[in-house]
């Protein structure tokens, strides 16, 4: 009989860890998926981004065709990005060269007058913001993963079920998504 009873509570223990590693591994599947969702978000909003240029360069060309060196610049920039990783420094060198070609509204009243320019304008502010929102919604996504599977008894068998950390500030080659084609752009 005492062997018996012991059978069962073997039996009833390794129950109970299975049921306990199923809910851990289900709650992390989920909580990667909102990272996988967080980066898929940035990349869309890059992707806008990265579309709005060529109207707002074709818009400015009309109106300060000779500012050709700004306008290479932001076409450069925004091919940069276009090839790059979301995280990288290409983003950066992009809104600063997007902040230089925005300039050229105040040098140019007829430009700052277009409604074209104006809508753009509003566009890429917009799609700043909505990015801006995407990378906070990223962050509390990985850091909501994070604290999961560093949680107890989730950091007993986050590695060994293939959960690694998320990182804030890199995108692993798997998660990143991929921007469109750059499209041709002439001078």
Sequence with gaps: MRMGMGLWVAIAVVGIVLVLVIGIYNQLVGLR?????????IDAQLRQRHDLIPNLVETVKGYAGHESA?????????????SGTPSSGSEL???????????????????????????????????EDKLA???????????????????????MFAGMLGFEEADFHKLDDSEQGTVDQVPKIGF
């Design 33 to 41: 998926q909102s990272v996988r969702q967080g980066v898929a978000d």
């Design 133 to 155: 929102a995407a990378r906070r919604a990223l962050n509390a996504a990985v850091a909501r993963f994070n604290g999961a599977r560093e949680s107890f008894p989730a950091v």
């Design 93 to 127: 060198q992009l809104k600063a060269a997007l902040g230089n070609l925005l300039a050229l509204g105040e040098a140019y009243p007829d430009l700052k007058a277009s409604a074209n320019f104006q809508s753009l304008q509003d566009e890429l502010a917009d799609v």
């Design 70 to 82: 700004t306008l290479e610049a932001v076409i450069a920039a925004r091919n940069a990005a276009a």
